[in-house]
């Protein structure tokens, strides 16, 4: 790894462990009982910290590993404090572990993709080149805070499995075990097989349509989805009068639906002009046969 690449991954970790240890500092000081006001609060404190190096490096990407990063010590805050001693370890300990593999993989992905303090994401210079001088507001509440509320309801399903749900480890705690780690799988197999293509393709314009993809226009993101809906399926073995909770993987799919695969299709379609008969064959994100 070049000298550049390992002072811009300095960089990025001292923005982490900043955000980490001021949302500790912040939990510890503010008072409030109950551990989800507190996590909010703490999540919320992490991401303007982030925030704050993302406006001083003139770069809105330190942003993005916060989305795999956050939920791992919010879960293990939860599992720490629980409500009632009677919850069950076995739902907790594999709850963690799936969150944890989950995170880890999605931002070692991140790493290993990763260009340096110089690149940002192509959808923040979109940005900055529609709102000019507003851009900063729209990286606040667009780019930071609005992805850490969405992620944070998202974590909800969590709660009840690691801090108040009683109920004993069922069938519905296999279906939740089933889902979640096959979901994992499929977007760490996406992810690779993209990877593969990028590293071995040297057709100009050239679209990947085999294995995930040959079933779906985006098999990563519908991995991304299933996760959080495997997440919600432990909330419901957990304590079922938690079943609310499906407001978070609901807000994650149509964040991803309506505003994140849009935006990757239109630029498909603009840079790549075999995507177009691709998308008339291949089904967006739910995974199917080709027509």
């Known amino acids: 790894?070049?000298?550049?690449?390992?002072?811009?991954?300095?960089?990025?970790?001292?923005?982490?462990?900043?955000?980490?240890?001021?949302?500790?500092?912040?939990?510890?000081?503010?008072?409030?009982?109950h551990p989800i006001a507190v996590a909010a609060g703490a999540d919320v404190a992490a991401t303007l910290v982030v925030f704050g190096f993302s406006r001083a490096y003139d770069n809105s990407s330190f942003y993005d590993p916060y989305w795999s990063v956050a939920p791992i010590p919010i879960a293990l805050?939860?599992?720490?404090?629980?409500?009632?001693?009677?919850?069950?370890?076995?739902?907790?300990?594999?709850?963690?572990?799936l969150v944890s593999l989950w995170g880890v993989r999605l931002t070692f992905n991140w790493a290993r993709g990763w260009e340096g303090l110089g690149h940002e994401d192509w959808r923040y210079v979109d940005l900055r080149q529609q709102h000019g001088r507003a851009y900063w507001w729209v990286s606040a509440f667009g780019l930071h805070?609005?992805?850490?509320?969405?992620?944070?309801?998202?974590?909800l399903s969590l709660y009840p499995a690691l801090a108040r749900g009683t109920a004993p480890l069922g069938p519905l705690d296999a279906l939740a075990v089933l889902v979640t780690g096959g979901a994992i799988w499929i977007e760490a197999r996406a992810d690779k097989q993209l990877r593969g293509f990028v590293a071995s393709n040297r057709t100009p314009g050239a679209i990947l349509s085999n294995g995930l993809w040959s079933l779906c226009r985006h098999p990563n993101y519908f991995g991304e989805m299933g996760f959080w809906w495997g997440l919600y399926l432990f909330a419901l073995a957990a304590d079922p009068s938690w079943w609310w909770t499906f407001v978070g993987p609901l807000a994650i799919t149509l964040m991803?639906?309506?505003?994140?695969?849009?935006?990757?299709?239109?630029?498909?379609?603009?840079?790549?002009?075999?995507?177009?008969a691709h998308a008339e064959r291949t089904p967006m994100v739910v995974p199917w046969f080709p027509r």
Not at 11 to 32: E, H, K, M, N, P
Not at 77 to 97: D, F, I, K
Not at 267 to 276: G, I, T, Y
Request: with cysteine; proline share 7%.
């Open 77 to 97: 805050y939860w599992m720490l404090v629980p409500e009632t001693p009677a919850v069950s370890v076995g739902r907790q300990t594999l709850a963690v572990a």
């Open 145 to 155: 805070l609005m992805p850490t509320l969405i992620v944070f309801v998202g974590c």
């Open 1 to 33: 790894m070049s000298r550049p690449m390992l002072r811009a991954f300095a960089t990025c970790a001292v923005a982490y462990l900043a955000a980490g240890a001021v949302a500790v500092g912040f939990g510890a000081a503010i008072g409030w009982e």
């Open 256 to 276: 991803f639906r309506f505003i994140s695969l849009p935006l990757i299709e239109d630029r498909m379609l603009a840079r790549r002009p075999q995507f177009a």
